[in-house]
């Protein structure tokens, strides 16, 4: 299968601060040797940030905006814009996926509860397997649950979806081959 990746919303103001996400720095750097194994194979890397409209955390051109420090990131990348949960919704992904003939994507990112599962899904629902990185995603600690408890429920869950007819694999960072 042609695979692509798509790194999402691994921007600074979800890694910085009082709100960063949890294992972030880790994170990023498994991200990044995801990152590289698959430039090495020739598959295409999507990097996809979120914007709000003024007044959120995540507005486009603000440095809470950009990427996060420490990810690597290059000129031969594909970049996309975003303003859903969704990385499909109202965007150009699906349409730039296509000349790659990609038939399968390799998900990582932040925040997993909301735009790793909501893309994970929505990829399942278009017909497109996917490899979860088990530990490239991550959130920040919620009142009720933790950061690590909710990535672990999310692996869980969206390895257990069938409906679609694609799974969603859950894959390490290190096990993951182009």
Same mark, same amino acid.
């Given at each position: 299968m042609a695979a692509a990746?798509?790194?999402? @919303?691994?921007?600074?103001?979800?890694? %910085?601060?009082?709100?960063?996400?949890? @294992?972030? @720095?880790? *994170?990023?750097? +498994?991200?990044? %040797? *995801?990152?590289?194994?698959? +430039?090495?194979? /020739?598959?295409?890397? !999507? !990097?996809?940030?979120? /914007? %709000?409209?003024a007044g959120g955390l995540l507005v486009h051109g603000t440095p809470a905006w950009e990427l996060a420090k420490g990810l690597h990131a290059e000129a031969g990348d594909q970049y996309l814009r975003k303003t859903a949960t969704d990385s499909f919704h109202r965007t150009e992904l699906q349409a730039r996926l296509a000349p790659y003939g990609a038939t399968e994507l390799v998900i990582c990112g932040m925040h997993s509860e909301f735009c790793v599962d909501t893309t994970t899904r929505r990829a399942l629902a278009l017909g497109f397997p996917v490899q979860l990185v088990a530990d490239g995603h991550t959130t920040a600690d919620k009142p009720h649950l933790g950061a690590a408890q909710i990535i672990a429920h999310h692996n869980a869950t969206l390895a257990n979806i069938s409906s679609f007819g694609p799974r969603a694999r859950p894959v390490a960072a290190a096990a993951l081959h182009f």
């Open positions: 990746v798509l790194v999402i @919303d691994v921007q600074r103001g979800l890694c %910085e601060g009082g709100g960063a996400s949890w @294992d972030g @720095d880790a *994170v990023i750097a +498994r991200i990044n %040797e *995801v990152t590289h194994k698959a +430039r090495a194979a /020739e598959v295409p890397v !999507f !990097f996809i940030q979120h /914007e %709000e409209p």
